[in-house]
């Protein structure tokens, strides 16, 4: 009879497998002696169990020829430290540290399925494994630094040692085969090394030293090798998470606990404790750091405040397990390891400041405590252990067969057949039989502890949203996130959850105190909720975080979110329509104040309504304060900008309108800063003769996309100043200037108020490079130097601009006077020729210098056949025919210049509206990608068809 035959018929081709390979691996002398043994049913039946239900411990034996051999001689092969002196390089002590880990998971598994060591006894091998595996990598590494930097010192000179804080289930000594390992790593006190002290090292402060440290020590535990891994470290747990930093001195903790520490993390510290340190008085510093760490554990009374954390922590258990399907899970699904753990901890946590005998780690020695309290039912204790063990067993026999963290009992029949049959079992039915009886007993006693269990079955997708924000760091449940952000539309899913990570665990959130912390979980569901509404989900979460960002500690903005709907709706439309938007809300929260009233936010304003809500609200600021005055004044352009671009994504505006909109903004805004620039300077030097408020003898002229209406978001304003003023004469106050003097510093002071980047940025760039002899001129113009300089020192392109003149602020009177010089220097009757070759020759210098337009691209502005091009076909008919047809010369826009041409005659109807069409289809995209943040560039086979028509038209008129 073979000794396979103790094995199940089902199991016995795997068994064959696996011991053959076993065999060819470590050679006939090593099979013999096993083999000689195997006539023992029970060390036979132990053999097939370990190598049917674990690939990995196959694996080891053929890795470790004696291992086998070994395990079958002794009860306990025991666990030998690593003399850390024989290792020469850190290659050395990784391996070891591997071969080590490898043997003991391999006798854990041994022992495990041949039912010589229960679950609390394994566990605890594991444990001393972890410990010795750290405690060495710790030492040696510590030993190098020294070597290199010397011995990290307090200020006072004292040795630093570095403690390394074990949580969870190492914490606790209920280590699993295959568990990730969650660690704390901390020092008493800053300072600094004392290798300045020792020639060729050199000194390091101690948070870069102990840093280091740790950065080695993980890599010695973490990296996997040839041979391996030997824990996977998981430092999350740390003050800050991720974005903290990896070591913190014990003043950094405790200031972190007393200050930000969450009830969570409350929860997490019941396990901790020291599991390693190294350096001189660790001992000590071990010991005083959990003492510091108690009182934030522990509250010194029935800590009744934390039902409510822990009711919600418990709900949010509740509605994974029902939107995951769970129900394989034996860790995560109902009745499952974690509901016992809350059992006790929830009790832990309320109680344990009182309750001193409640503050053990291991839940196996919490339960009875919790009974004999009177806590748990009389009898649960037994039962609730017993299910408990029950389902570590299942989770080690699910690990053992890959070395792999699972606790998700396998969907195929032949796998859990196997996993019963390692255990110890008939067959998969008696297993599963003991695990709904221990799961459901689970179930009920978790439903009792602190509330009763909630009513409905149902998750609603609020509650999706909810557990998906609270948990999207958690690695286990990754797949899972993803999925229902794909399936709500979130492309790519990958990116949307690695925004929504990264701002769960940066820093800035982790440090919120408790109530903004609140409010940002309330108000994440419902942002999320609301992006799946808008076409591209995953954009608009991208451009609304930097305003995330901007507003966390100012948390008054997350509740007018959180109780407004509409304007968190809004707020994604218009971000995701417009990274403009969104990047000006993030740098202007206050601007979501405007959101509150949808109405007024998406009803068009027309020039009057603008101008009278900015006299309005310059009248609710103090006069004397001028600093309030340009706030007030960018605060107000944000607002209406915001909604002018939200009219412009909406399709509440056209694309003439919103030039009018921002033209007449920008209009409103000039006139008011005027004033103020007014009774500044006037107040300082006096009024110059005959000028007043109402008429400062001063105008601003507006030059190109002011002048001519077509105003974007982000222009800039070109514009000129006019006085007419006697420049000879002064001003009336105590401390008169000349007048010239006084319009000039009029108008720097205008710049300055304009230009100045306050807190809120600028309102808006000046250029005032087109008035007469440009920068090398005065930046004030008298009206009859103005007309000297036009009639007899301009260039024909400054004639070209003079078409999108207009007065925009100032003296009316003034203003009228100009637009009067403007159609006489116009309508002046010129050399056609000569006015053709000056015209093309300043076109086709623009276009070398500055068209980007190439095979692949078209330069909307600058391109052949583009918005420059209509721009000079409309100025050159101005300057040779307005001679001929004064009309023509009553607009400064474009469109209705063309318009205007056609009523005159002197531009067939189809030639002018084809322009007109063409010119519109550029503007709309180039105010389209301008809110997209994008250049006015776009692919070479568009706008094909306007191209050829505007080519061929200059080609008819300047050809």
């Known amino acids: 009879m073979s000794w396979m035959e103790h094995c199940p018929e089902q199991h016995q081709p795997l068994l064959a497998q696996r011991w053959n390979d076993w065999c060819d691996a470590v050679g006939v002398d090593v099979v013999a002696p096993v083999a000689s043994q195997l006539d023992d049913e029970r060390r036979a039946r132990i053999l097939a169990r370990a190598f049917v239900g674990s690939a990995f411990f196959v694996r080891q034996c053929s890795r470790y020829p004696t291992l086998l051999a070994r395990l079958l001689a002794h009860d306990d092969c025991g666990l030998a430290v690593p003399d850390i002196g024989n290792f020469a390089t850190e290659e050395q002590l990784e391996q070891a540290l591997r071969v080590l880990r490898n043997r003991v998971n391999a006798e854990v598994i041994w022992r495990d399925f041949a039912g010589q060591w229960d679950i609390p006894t394994a566990c605890a091998r594991l444990t001393e494994l972890a410990e010795v595996c750290i405690q060495s990598a710790l030492d040696w590494h510590r030993a190098k630094m020294v070597e290199r930097h010397g011995e990290p010192r307090s200020s006072e000179g004292h040795i630093q040692p570095m403690v390394v804080l074990g949580m969870g289930k190492l914490g606790a000594r209920e280590l699993n085969l295959s568990s990730d390992i969650d660690l704390i790593f901390a020092y008493p006190e800053p300072g600094q ?409 998406l009803q068009p304003s027309t020039a009057r309504d603008i101008a009278d809500e900015l006299r309005e609200e310059m009248l609710r600021v103090d006069p004397e304060d001028l600093e309030a005055q340009m706030e007030a004044l960018r605060h107000f352009k944000q607002g209406q900008s915001l909604r002018t671009a939200a009219q412009e994504v909406t399709g509440a505006l056209p694309l003439m309108k919103v030039s009018d909109s921002l033209t007449w903004l920008a209009e409103a805004i000039l006139q008011q800063s005027l004033t103020l620039a007014w009774q500044q300077v006037t107040q300082k030097h006096g009024t110059p003769k005959g000028a007043s408020v109402e008429d400062m003898r001063f105008s601003i002229v507006a030059y190109g996309k002011l002048g001519g209406l077509e105003l974007g978001h982000g222009s800039d304003l070109d514009i000129v100043f006019v006085h007419d003023a006697e420049p000879q004469q002064t001003t009336d106050g105590e401390r008169a200037i000349d007048n010239l003097s006084f319009y000039t510093r009029l108008a720097q002071r205008l710049i300055h108020i304009l230009q100045t980047r306050t807190l809120s940025g600028p309102l808006y760039e000046v250029d005032t490079r087109l008035r007469p002899s440009g920068n090398s001129g005065l930046l004030v113009t008298s009206l009859t130097a103005f007309e000297k300089y036009q009639r007899e020192s301009a260039w024909t392109w400054e004639h070209q601009a003079l078409v999108r003149t207009r007065p925009v602020a100032g003296s009316e009177r003034l203003g009228s006077a100009f637009e009067s010089l403007r159609n006489k220097l116009l309508g002046a009757e010129r050399d056609e020729q000569k006015l053709r070759e000056d015209v093309v020759a300043m076109r086709n210098k623009m276009r070398a210098h500055l068209d980007k337009s190439n095979d692949r691209q078209f330069d909307l502005k600058q391109g052949p056949g583009g918005i420059v091009d209509i721009e000079f076909m409309v100025q050159y008919a101005v300057l040779a025919w307005a001679h001929r047809a004064p009309s023509i010369l009553r607009y400064t826009d474009n469109i209705r210049i063309l318009e205007s041409l056609t009523e005159a005659g002197l531009m067939p109807a189809h030639q002018a509206a084809h322009l007109i069409d063409a010119y519109k289809a550029y503007r709309s995209e180039g105010h389209r990608l301008a809110l997209q943040q994008q250049p006015g560039v776009v692919s070479g086979d568009q706008f094909e068809a306007e191209r050829k028509t505007v080519e061929t038209t200059w080609q008819q008129i300047l050809g």
Request: with cysteine; hydrophobic share 40%; charged share 25%.
């Open 193 to 601: 090394s004392d290798g300045d002290q020792y020639e060729g090292k050199k000194s390091l402060e101690n948070q870069a030293y102990f840093q280091r440290l740790g950065q080695r020590l993980i890599k010695s535990l973490d990296a996997v090798t040839a041979d391996g891994f030997v824990f996977r470290v998981d430092m999350r747990l740390r003050p800050y998470g991720d974005s903290g930093p990896l070591v913190s001195h014990y003043a950094a903790l405790e200031d972190y606990y007393q200050t930000q520490g969450r009830e969570w993390e409350r929860y997490a510290m019941i396990k901790a404790r020291p599991v390693a340190a190294s350096g001189e008085g660790a001992a000590a510093a071990s010991e005083e750091l959990m003492e510091m760490l108690r009182p934030f554990t522990y509250r010194r009374y029935i800590d009744f405040s934390v039902i409510e954390s822990l009711r919600e922590m418990k709900t949010l258990i509740q509605r994974q397990v029902r939107a995951r399907g769970l129900i394989d899970n034996i860790k995560l699904g109902r009745g499952g390891i974690r509901e016992v753990e809350f059992i006790a901890q929830a009790f832990q946590l309320i109680r344990g400041g009182r309750e001193p005998d409640l503050r053990v780690r291991n839940i196996l020695k919490v339960l009875p405590l919790l009974e004999e309290g009177g806590h748990l039912p009389a009898g649960s204790t037994d039962q609730l252990g017993d299910a408990y063990l029950l389902l570590r067993r299942v989770e080690h026999g699910l690990q053992a067969e890959r070395d792999q963290q699972t606790q998700t009992l396998p969907p195929e029949p032949e796998r859990r057949e196997q996993l019963a049959f390692a255990l110890g079992y008939e067959s998969w039915n008696q297993l599963e039989d003991a695990l709904v009886k221990a799961r459901g007993f689970i179930e009920r006693e978790f439903d009792e502890v602190i509330a009763p269990p909630e009513e409905s079955g149902e998750i609603t997708v609020s509650d999706t949203w909810e557990m998906l924000w609270a948990g999207c760091e958690m690695v286990e449940d990754r797949d899972n996130w993803l999925e229902h952000l794909h399936n709500a539309g979130f492309q790519p899913a990958a990116k949307a959850l690695e925004l929504l990570t990264e701002l769960h665990g940066d820093r800035i959130v982790t440090a919120l105190p408790a109530a903004g912390r609140q409010r940002l979980d309330q108000t994440m569901p419902l942002l999320l909720a609301a992006a799946s509404e808008v076409s591209e989900p995953s954009l608009a979460l991208e451009r609304v975080m930097p305003l995330l960002r901007a507003i966390l500690r100012r948390s008054a903005y997350l509740v007018l979110i959180n109780e407004n709907p509409p304007v968190l709706n809004q707020l994604l439309r218009l971000c995701s329509a417009s990274p403009w938007i969104a990047e000006q809300l993030a740098r202007h929260p206050i601007l979501l104040d405007e959101m509150l009233d949808q109405r007024r936010l």
